[in-house]
């Protein structure tokens, strides 16, 4: 079976997720699936960086290389190691970019991954991967809402709340297009961190950028069954587009929304 969650941030909004493991998610076995929709935030502290920074006041870019983990990362990677299910999941923005590239590619399911560890699977931004009978498109990233909340500047906040990497490049783009070209732009589900600028994100106080406008350029030339997706930091169903924005409440079963104008006597 296979789940889809919103952001996590680290431990921040995990709570979801522990519910889950003591309902649904207790009878799930590590054949099973979580997806979580960005901002993962499982890498994401800094140790070194923010300890310079709070003596100092300044930003050494070399230290942003050190991939070692905070005692509340490796209590968690403990945690989703133990947890029933393997959690996959999209790049948002609140990640440590510079540590996710330390991770060596591999092949699963038909795309590029990084395994954090056996239970915690990068899935990366352009593939289209085959799990339980059902295609996932996936694309990460977004574009910051907080750069220079900490400390007042953009520059000084580089590296540790936020990353360039955040942004998919052009060539990440044209990957991922040709990706579902070569699946004649139909899959089962997409999942990515944004949201598609298609959709009434104003509403929710948040602006357009060009990720949330190239992901609704996809979402008008692809044909898929459902949109998971989160960043918006709200629950909330746009049926009528088959799109979701996730975020605190527990996982849902992709099964439920499949055949959802069936389900609901529209065809
Ligand atoms: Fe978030």
């Known amino acids: 079976m296979v789940f889809v969650c919103g952001d996590t941030h680290c431990t921040h909004d995990i709570e979801k997720l522990k519910k889950f493991k003591e309902g649904k998610g207790a009878q799930l076995t590590k054949n099973d699936y979580v997806i979580v929709c960005g901002d993962f935030g499982l ?57 996710i590239e330390l991770y060596p590619i591999s092949e699963w399911h038909g795309g590029r991954v990084q395994k954090i560890s056996d239970s915690v699977i990068h899935l990366m931004r352009g593939e289209i991967y085959d799990i339980d009978g059902h295609s996932y498109f996936c694309m990460g990233g977004a574009q910051s809402t907080d750069r220079g909340t900490i400390t007042g500047t953009e520059w000084k906040d580089e590296g540790t709340i936020w990353w360039p990497r955040e942004i998919p490049t ?98």
């Not at 100092?56 to 070399?62: A, M, P, R, Y």
């Not at 230290?63 to 790049?91: F, G, I, M, Q």
């Not at 009528?240 to 069936?262: A, F, G, M, Q, T």
């Open 170 to 267: 052009d060539v990440e783009w044209e990957y991922a297009n040709r990706n579902l070209a070569q699946r004649d732009y139909k899959v089962d589900f997409v999942i990515t961190h944004d949201v598609p600028s298609g959709i009434d994100i104003g509403a929710f106080g948040y602006r357009s950028s060009k990720v949330s406008e190239e992901l609704e350029t996809i979402r008008t030339v692809t044909d898929f069954k459902w949109w998971f997706c989160g960043h918006m930091h709200i629950d909330r169903d746009y049926f009528w587009k088959h799109l979701s924005v996730l975020y605190n409440r527990e996982p849902v079963n992709v099964e439920e929304y499949i055949d959802w104008e069936v389900d609901n006597e529209l065809v």
């Open 43 to 99: 890498l994401f502290d800094n140790p070194a960086v923010l300890t310079w920074k709070r003596e100092v006041g300044q930003f050494i870019s070399s230290c942003s290389k050190d991939n070692s983990w905070s005692e509340r990362e490796l209590n968690l990677l403990k945690w989703y190691d133990n947890a029933p299910w393997t959690t996959l999941w999209v790049d948002g923005n609140h990640e440590n970019f510079d540590r």
